[in-house]
């Protein structure tokens, strides 16, 4: 495994090393395009008590999967996200995320991901993702 490093400090917040207040997620990736973040969701993202917000679980999937689609040289933005909540996913606990890009179907890409603890999974997701340039990405930055 090797890190998915980021080229410039960004905001994203779920990857971003400049979000002091997102999750600032690190990502690994094998020769083979898994995708893989072992993290600690702090208190902060509460949802039920003592358990991450239903949201963040959504955006974990969805960063993960984003760095499927890194890993085979795509930019692309969420189209279409589906999550299955299998289990309450607890907060300050060493968490698995995994995604793996499946399929291109011309600018469309298909990737999965999942949430594990101790090998149970918590939660999944699916996700169509649609490539874009780069233009239209930083099309608002300059704002
Ligand atoms: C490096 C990138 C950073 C990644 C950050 C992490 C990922 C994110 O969270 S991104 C943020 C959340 N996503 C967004 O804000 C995206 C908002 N959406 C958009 O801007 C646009 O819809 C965009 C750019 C994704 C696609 O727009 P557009 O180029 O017009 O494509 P559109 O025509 O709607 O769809 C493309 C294809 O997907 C198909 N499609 C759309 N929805 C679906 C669906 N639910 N199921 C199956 N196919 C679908 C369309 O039919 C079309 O097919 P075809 O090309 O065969 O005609």
Redesign the pocket.
Known sequence: MRPLAHGAAHH?F?CGKANRSGLRLNFLVSDEGLIVCRTKIPARFEGPPGYVHGGVIATLL??AM?KAN?ACNV??????LEVDYRRPVPLRSTIEITARHLKAE???HFCEAEIRLHGETLASGKA?F?A?TKQ??LSRTKD
């Open positions: 994203c779920g969805d960063e984003s890194r930019i692309a933005m969420t189209r279409h011309g600018r469309k169509l649609i874009v239209f990405l």
